[in-house]
C-alpha cells in the first residue's frame, strides 16, 4: 500500500537544503563585506542563487562573487552554480 508519508519526506530535503544554503549565504557575506542580508530575499533555484536587493547591494556582492562562491563551496556539499 502507498504510504503519503514516504512520499512526502523527499520534499522536506528540499526545504531543509535551501534553508541551509540561504543560512550559510548570509553568513559568507556578513563575514565577506559586512553585509546583513534577510532570508526571504534570497531564493534558490537549479542550483543558482537569487538575491532580492537594492542594485547597490547586488553591485558589492558580485564584486566578492567569487570568493562568496568559493566559501560556500567549502562549507556546503551542494552544487551552487552561480549568483544572480
Known amino acids: 500500500m502507498f504510504n503519503i508519508n514516504n512520499y512526502l519526506k523527499k520534499f522536506t530535503f528540499v526545504e531543509n537544503k535551501d534553508k ?3 543560512v550559510l549565504l548570509i553568513e559568507v557575506v556578513k ?3 559586512n553585509l546583513n542580508l534577510e532570508e ?3 531564493s534558490l533555484n537549479n ?3 537569487y538575491i ?3 542594485p547597490a547591494i547586488k553591485s558589492l556582492i558580485f564584486i566578492k562573487k567569487e570568493n562568496i ?3 560556500l563551496r567549502e562549507k556546503t556539499d551542494f552544487i551552487i552554480k552561480d549568483i544572480k
Do not use: Y
Open 20 to 22: 541551509k544554503v540561504k
Open 47 to 49: 542550483n543558482i542563487i
Open 69 to 71: 562562491l568559493s566559501s
Open 52 to 54: 532580492k536587493a537594492s
Open 31 to 33: 563575514n565577506s563585506i
Open 40 to 42: 526571504k530575499n534570497i
